[in-house]
């Protein structure tokens, strides 16, 4: 599925109630957040029935004072809207996956 | 620590090297982005018996899950935890229950539904659907595709430009401070870096750290002579103020606050490094 481009705060708040979800949150000028991307985009493509959205916490810090978030870029995830784990900076492949198989499978 | 350049490189002399001033743009990962179109929009059926590439929507015990959630296995992905799980539903039926393990849990699976995705063709209309402005056709958005690796390319580039601007500025400028005061500023900073990386157990490399440091001098200092030479003004009443309302916000926090001299000369530093940083941007403009 198609990463969506969250531009609201509204829009993110109502994105996390899905069953499972996923957000990068990147900014701007934001290098690690541009190597992140691609490989972000590929797993989105791959696993339907999971949300993959990205926000852009330059526009919209709200997310990132509800989360605590200090480093660029940092993934949430989420099961029906509760916060299950997050990671941070440019991960690879595999460790997306691992972090997905923990919102998945994991309590 | 005090110093003072003697001689200041001539930034306009410097020739940044052209691989870090062009965009370099690789025709087959446009090519890649346009056929991940085709997975990204993959058409979703249902299906009759699960295979390699399917999702497997299941219901779990509520032994194991209480909270109800599905279970999405993705075969063929190897997902660490679900890869038993993963082959156990290989052939199976929604409505068919399994035994099997996951994420180190005995578990039983009720398949609730099987779901496969069917590529499609990536052609103007999908293109056209995709909602982006002015990009209409397979063309228009390998060049939509190729204006964004130009644009990350150049914000990767950016950052380059600027090191290797500032290593030639620091290098080829000349310096002038006192060696013992440089010995007695080096010990008490590296004795401070030093507890942090025991604090965080980092192993501690105390040439390197000494190189480090006088190099932050001389960056400071070749940036403030730097600044000086072309006119650009710091205002230090405005840093000061800054650094004030810093200090008042970490209070407010709750964080330990550093002592205001040291903060005053940090944010003084990067108000000069600021100065300079910009100056680089025009240069890599002008080229």
Redesign the interface.
Known sequence: MAVVELKENDEWKEFIKAEYSVIDCYGENCVACVILAPTYDAVADEMSGIAFGRVNISFLPGIADEYGIDAMPTLLYFRKGKLVNQSIGSIEREELLANISKMLYED | MNGVVSSLYDIDSIVVPEELLKADIDEQKVDAEVQ?LS????R?EQADEAAAGD?V?CQADSENYPDG????L?IG?K????EKAEEAVIGKKAGDTVSTV??EKHVTLKIQKI?R?TPVEVNDALIAG?GIENVKTIEDYKAYIRDKMAA?QA??H??EVIRYVMDQMIANSTYIYDEKEMEAYIQKTSEQYRKECEAIGEPVEMEEMKQGIIEQCKQYWMAKAFCESKGIKVDLSSVEEETDKMIEMMQLMGEPVPDRAEMLEMAEQDAYLDGLFQYIDTMVEKN
């Open positions: 991940a997975k990204r929009y993959a979703e999702r929507d959630r599905t279970i999405l993705y992905m997902l660490p935890g679900a996951l994420a779901v995705r995709m990350d914000m990767e950016e950052k």
